[in-house]
């Protein structure tokens, strides 16, 4: 039982939520409480057979305040002790009092405290006990606190070792709250004038204020304004197919150089190609116009295999109207069996410096 009272009494000490916020001044202070105490006295020596348990009451102390450590007070409760005489088998209530004086010692000036005193207690009769424990204290205001506490109490009559607990308010005279000092305001901060150099961040001969491309890489040349210049270049490539006598088959010895047609259309994707198929001039002029244009039929369809639209490929068959070579020879007709391309494209590049 007394283990269970001492566990309620810390539990309504610790519920208060806030700490003691600011040193207390020397002063008196007075206060009421409400009081439990839980007893446990056996075979009373004046009433034989009469056993004494626990009491609810009230009170009343004064104490002072000597410093943010230490304070004293003085203490008188009423009491309403529950007993039981068992001689005449019934319960029934019996008045105590109880004064005495504690000592408290406030924990880094602050909301715990720890206290010890003396008490004498009249109850039946008189008892002597010494106390100690530990309490809490909640300012409100600069004076009124309220204040929970529990302690052990040892009877040097008797062997009594009891528990107490209470829970009061209190009001601390002499204490000011000290006003706030004025806030002075900060000195202006001193203007100190710093020379600036124009910068040129990236090295252009532009300054920064007047930069419109910053960071421009160091080997382009620049305009007025900072920016990368750009000159328009016309960039080519051919293409020289030779076929044998009477054939429009395209030999895969040339697929590397259609290949690489191919890449220039899809880099350039503004341009167009234009087959020219030629063709010697042994044979029928009409079967060798006819004949020139299928071969330059068979090397855009390499093109379109590589990837090329087939509307940005012209070809024409111009059969033996422009022989690259005239003379009468074999070497001269397999020169003439050819399909050429010429493609041209304009490219923007940058100007270096």
Known sequence: ?????????????????????????????????????????????????????????????????????????????????????????????????????????????????????????????????????????????DGLFVNAETAVYQGLDRGYTDVGAKIGINYLFGQNAAPAEPVQPAPEPEVVEVAVVPADSDNDNILDADDQCPNTPMEDAVDGTGCTLYEDREVTTSLLVTFPHDSAEVGSQYFTDIASVSEFLKEHTDTTVLLEGHASAVGNANYNKMLSKKRADDVAKELVKDGIDEDRITTVGLGEERLKNTANTKAAHAENRRVEAHVKSIERVKVKR
Do not use: C
């Open 1 to 141: 039982m007394k283990l269970k009272s001492l566990t309620i009494a810390i539990a309504l000490a610790a519920t208060s939520a806030s700490t003691f916020a600011a040193d207390k001044e020397e002063g008196f202070y007075i206060g009421a409480f409400g009081d439990y105490y839980d007893a446990s006295w056996k075979n009373m020596r004046d009433q034989a057979g009469l056993d004494v348990n626990e009491s609810t009451g009230w009170g009343v102390e004064a104490g002072y305040r000597f410093s943010d450590y230490w304070s004293a007070r003085l203490e008188y409760a009423d009491m309403d002790f529950n007993a039981f005489d068992k001689v005449a088998g019934n319960r029934n209530n019996i008045d105590g009092e109880r004064y005495g004086i504690d000592a408290l010692y406030h924990l880094d000036g602050g909301p715990f405290y720890g206290l010890f005193g003396i008490k004498e207690m009249d109850v039946v009769d008189d008892n002597t006990f010494l106390n100690a424990g530990v309490g809490y204290q909640h300012f409100i205001t």
